[in-house]
């Protein structure tokens, strides 16, 4: 803070800088780069940090790699010893979110949109590093994980599920109905139709832009003849068949 003292109010504003809220200048900027390579960035706030705890965190060996878990509900991190600090940017799938970060020594971040860039630093390994109360996580990018003096190998682990998943249509053969399910993990525009083998349509069973959600529909020919059928759905720009078959 240009003051000849480093403590917490110093971490804030190299956190601000890295964020972009509170952009360093002149001999600030040259002071922040606390590793001295030309980079402005998580690993100067964790040696930061370090100086002001004078080492005095509880030791544990640098991490040399980390691999970043996330599903759609938390973002965890898995190490093999110490991380410092982490840099990261969250893509929740609108811009209807909410998410509460771990506990630790300074955490900050910034929202545009749908996206939140974040940052924190810790004088404990971090391990936690956020969980979500409203909203879904579809992509985090833009990563730099840091242990005590520099950046960490680092491997992202997706554990989300798919956009969807459509159960094949029971029972087949029907008569007069079958029953058709979709699990949707997405919001997106949905049309399932059925068309007869000469490529014709026949019936629409639903059209619209869906929530995420579980879905059953049931599809009643009676008023159809026997023979085979194709019910396709599509799902934004993706389709998907399965053929069914009515006996009468």
């Not at 970043?68 to 190490?79: G, P």
């Not at 860039?117 to 994980?145: A, F, R």
């Not at 956009?163 to 029907?174: E, G, H, L, Q, R």
Request: aromatic share 8%; proline share 2%.
């Amino acid at each position: 803070a240009g003051d000849g003292i480093v403590n917490v109010v110093d971490v804030v504003k190299l956190v601000g800088h890295v964020l972009g809220t509170s952009p360093l200048g002149g001999f600030l900027l040259c002071e922040a780069d606390i590793n001295g390579d030309g980079i402005i960035n998580v690993v100067d706030i964790v040696g930061m940090v370090n100086i002001i705890l004078s080492n005095g965190r509880a030791y544990q060996e640098d991490a040399t790699e980390a691999t970043i878990e996330y599903s759609n509900s938390n973002i965890n991190i898995e190490a093999d010893g110490y991380i410092g600090g982490i840099d990261l940017t969250v893509e929740f799938a609108s811009e209807s979110f909410e998410f509460e970060l771990g506990d630790h020594f300074v955490a900050d971040w910034t929202v545009n949109g749908n996206t939140a860039h974040i940052v924190m630093v810790s004088d404990k390994t971090i391990e936690n590093v956020l969980n979500v109360t409203s909203g879904q996580i579809v992509s985090i990018s833009n990563v730099i994980v840091a242990n005590s003096n520099e950046e960490v190998s680092t491997t992202l682990n997706e554990n989300l599920p798919a956009d969807y998943s459509i159960k094949a249509a029971y029972p087949n053969p029907f008569n007069p109905s079958t029953t058709l399910e979709l699990a949707l993990n997405i919001n997106a525009d949905v049309s399932v139709k059925v068309f007869n083998i000469t490529g014709q349509l026949v019936d629409v069973i639903a059209e619209g832009n869906f929530v995420s959600g579980n879905y059953n529909w049931n599809w009643n020919a009676e008023n159809l003849a026997s023979g085979t059928y194709f019910i396709t759905t599509q799902i934004g720009n993706e389709i998907s068949q399965q053929k069914v078959t009515l006996i009468k």
